[in-house]
């Protein structure tokens, strides 16, 4: 037993004796040696302290400041200066006269009507002008537009000349119908637009007429008809209703130098046909050109809104001139709209436009029939000088042909 216990003692101690030699060897081990360390580039220079000795000055040579170039001021890289965008005013254009302008515009005119006219002579001409040829004329009529009450007059006429004539001979035969055309039309019609006040006032022109019929361009380029006759223009752009119908009219006086006074999107016409004649007066125009709204959901509505344009503009001077814009391609609805109109104010004038696109060329006998006023201007294509002064015998000539 004292064996075994000298024995475990002695293991004990060898035991500590090993573990003492592995740790001293692992204390003595030499650890690495530290990495250099890279100065710090982002402190700071120390600053010398009291009694350190300055640097060595460098032995450079210096120059004086009669020495030092200042930079070329020339040779200075040019700062770019970004002007203002120069905006060049619209170019002022010169209308076409208007002196003869339909006679010229007669080719366009008669493409489009002669039908009319070479329908008839060539009726006319028949050998044997029974009962069934004159209902071929007259039907011939009734489809040009002609109206009822017209055509039947114009008929009757015919039927008598032809049955005192006698012979009838191509020749004898145009003669006829041109001056029973001529007849219909009323050529004592006055058909100068009025643009002349009594007073010492701007000519006012009021312009009504469905949206559609091409009302706002035919008041700018009625525009530039006056323009052409060596008038000052003002344009009140009155149809509020309408979008763009402002910008298109402004656009339209720009092009002939002729302002264009205008409101808000859906603002009051009446005040806007106020503030052009007024302006109209202060600029001593000669004409003040007022479009309006063309509205027709109702007749009340209608006769509402331009009535009191009207009595609002007259606070300055009475209307001299109110000309209805009429589609002629339309043809009868044309005289339904005409109706309208001219309960709800005093129509002087109609303008037909669209003229050159239809054979129905009996509407402008038809709706001067009807209002008894007469037609003043009729447009015969897109050009901007294709608005011209209706005249009978210039028409009927391009209806009937050479």
Same mark, same amino acid.
């Given at each position: ?17 090993? @573990? ?98 070479? =329908?008839? #002579? ?6 044997? #002008? ?24 114009? !008929? ?9 004539? @006698? ?36 000519? %006012? !022109?009021?312009?009504? $007429? ?10 700018? &380029? ?33 092009? !002939? $130098? ?35 709204? $063309? ?23 009475? #209307? ?10 339309? =043809?009868?609805? @044309? ?14 004038? %109609?303008?037909?436009? &669209? ?5 129905? @060329?009996?509407? !402008? ?38």
């Amino acid at each position: 037993m004292e064996i075994l216990i000298l024995a475990v003692v002695i293991a004990v101690v060898v035991l500590g004796v090993l @573990g003492g030699l592995v740790v001293g060897s692992r204390r003595k081990k030499p650890l690495p040696p530290a990495p250099p360390t890279a100065p710090d580039i982002t402190a700071p220079p120390a600053e010398p302290h009291v009694g350190d000795e300055a640097e060595t000055p460098r032995d450079e040579p210096r120059r004086t400041i009669e020495e030092v170039d200042l930079p070329d001021a020339s040779a200075a890289a040019p700062v770019a200066v970004e002007e203002p965008p120069v905006v060049e005013a619209p170019a002022i254009e010169i209308p076409e006269p208007t002196a003869g302008r339909l006679v010229r515009l007669r080719a366009r005119l008669s493409r489009s009507q002669n039908a009319l006219g070479k =329908g008839l #002579l060539t009726l006319l001409s028949r050998e044997h #002008l029974d009962d069934e040829t004159w209902e071929e004329i007259e039907d011939t009529l009734l489809t040009a537009d002609v109206g009822v009450q017209p055509t039947q007059e114009l !008929v009757e006429r015919l039927r008598e000349r032809v049955r005192v004539l @006698g012979t009838r001979t191509p020749a004898e035969l145009r003669s006829l119908l041109r001056e029973e055309l001529l007849t219909i039309l009323v050529p004592e019609f006055d058909r100068a637009v009025n643009t002349d006040s009594p007073l010492d006032t701007p000519g %006012i !022109v009021m312009v009504v $007429g469905v949206n559609g019929t091409g009302k706002t361009t035919t008041t700018g &380029k009625l525009a530039r008809v006056l323009v052409a006759d060596g008038k000052n223009v003002v344009l009140g752009a009155a149809d509020t209703f309408r979008a763009a119908a402002a910008d298109q009219l402004q656009t339209w006086g720009e092009r !002939v $130098g002729a302002r264009t006074v205008r409101g808000p999107e859906g603002g009051d016409p009446a005040s806007i046909a106020f503030d052009a004649v007024k302006e109209g007066i202060e600029e001593g125009a000669d004409v003040v050109l007022i479009d309006t709204a $063309g509205r027709l959901h109702t007749k009340t509505g209608l006769m509402d809104e331009l009535g009191k344009v009207k009595r609002v503009v007259e606070k300055h001077a009475p #209307l001299d001139e109110v000309l209805l814009v009429l589609d002629a391609t339309t =043809g009868q609805n @044309g005289l339904v709209q005409a109706r309208v109109f001219a309960e709800v104010v005093d129509i002087t004038g %109609i303008v037909l436009t &669209k003229l050159d696109g239809t054979a129905k @060329g009996g509407i !402008v006998i038809a709706v001067q029939r009807e209002l008894g006023v007469p037609v003043k201007l009729v447009g015969l294509g897109e050009g901007a000088d294709d608005l011209a002064p209706f005249e009978p015998e210039a028409f009927v000539d391009a209806l009937i042909g050479d």
